[in-house]
């Protein structure tokens, strides 16, 4: 069966379809100042190839890369809906980077996928920003991505957000867990909020509250509080690696603290940790207060103020404590590894 004409002899363009090839290309001219500034030993090329390309640094004798990827969750619906689009690009970049870190691998270089309805360049150039960011403070270059228009896939003022990061690492210092033992030591690294979790959560007890993102919260305004980006462990975390024995790291994301420290232990060992040995932030306390939120749901959804945890020999945690809270971190002692009966490696929180 033939198609029919439509009759309409209109001369159409991409423009009239929805996409604007000319706001594209607006963009990439605003990335890439953005991009130059990320630039690092290994990047062989710049923004606007059909492929980006880099060097494993040879420095390195027997690399191993490392990858990673993941989004920003829900949090994107809270940028959207109050108008915060900065910082969520420093989350996308935390979230990949943080969790490349935890096997000893240094970021070399990060890729994002920005896809949207219609694009608006300065709200896009805001998320870049924060994604530029967020490579610069972990050390990692920027040297590609996707910008995808689709009209009618996303509504006006929405957007979706992935990132994808590239590392390296000596083949004989890839951290797996397989070090770890009893009577080590467990610390924590303080995070800046809920990071990139849990938002859900979040939206659903900011909704039952009816709180406003200019809200007075602790001296300031909630939405600072709730859009805080996820805290960057990575030139801390790598000069400690440099130094120190290190028997392993978790990145703190979904699943808490219950949920993330396991997967660095062999069976037959388990994280015990005090609850009063950190500072929880105020923001935990309120949306478990507020939420009517159990203890033991708080420590499975969210990182509750311990955004990465380092366990190391009893005799080196002094002093990694110390590196690290002199790179400007906040550490605490938080437990130790013990024997578990059972066999299942699992953290207990006392």
């Known amino acids: 069966m033939s198609v029919p004409p439509s009759g309409d002899n209109t001369s159409l ?89 935890v096997q000893g691998a240094e970021p070399l270089f990060f890729l994002d996928y920005f896809a949207c309805g219609r694009l608006d360049v300065d709200t896009a150039a805001a998320v870049v920003g924060g994604i530029a960011r967020g490579c610069e403070l972990s050390g990692c270059a920027l040297i590609g991505g996707e910008t995808a228009e689709m009209p009618g896939m996303y509504p006006d003022g929405e957007y979706d957000l992935a990132g994808f990061a590239v590392g390296a690492v000596e083949k004989s210092k890839i951290l797996d867990g397989s070090k770890v033992a009893v009577g080590d030591v467990v610390l924590g690294l303080a995070s800046s909020g809920a990071h990139s979790n849990g938002y859900s959560l979040v939206r659903k007890i900011i909704a039952r ?22 805290r960057l462990y990575v030139k801390p975390v790598l000069d400690v690696l440099g130094g120190f024995e290190v028997h392993g790291l978790a990145h703190i994301t979904g699943g808490g603290l219950l949920e993330n420290v396991p997967r660095i232990l062999r069976a037959g060992l388990a994280a015990r940790l005090e609850r009063s040995a950190w500072q929880r932030p105020a923001l935990f306390d309120w949306l478990q207060r507020e939420g009517k939120v159990a203890e033991d749901e708080m420590h499975r959804v969210f990182n509750c103020g311990i955004g990465m945890v380092v366990v190391v020999p009893a005799a080196q945690a002094e002093a990694v404590a110390a590196r690290l809270a002199a790179s400007g971190e906040t550490v605490s002692r938080i437990g130790e590894i013990v024997a578990q009966q059972d066999g299942q490696a699992q953290t207990v929180v006392v």
Not at 27 to 43: D, Q, W
Not at 209 to 230: N, Q, S, Y
């Open 209 to 230: 509250t009816g709180a406003r993102p200019d809200d007075d919260f602790e001296g300031g305004k909630l939405v600072d509080a709730v859009m805080a980006p996820t």
């Open 13 to 101: 363009t991409y423009r009239d379809a929805g996409v604007d090839i000319d706001a594209g290309d607006a963009l990439v001219e605003r990335i890439k100042p953005l991009a130059k500034r990320t630039l690092r030993e290994g990047v062989l090329g710049g923004i606007g190839g059909f492929g980006a390309l880099f060097e494993v640094p040879k420095r390195y004798r027997e690399p191993v890369l490392v990858s990673g990827t993941d989004g920003v969750g829900t949090k994107l619906r809270l940028a959207f809906e109050w108008n915060r689009h900065d910082t969520v690009g420093i989350d996308l970049v935390a979230m990949s980077v943080n969790d490349i870190l």
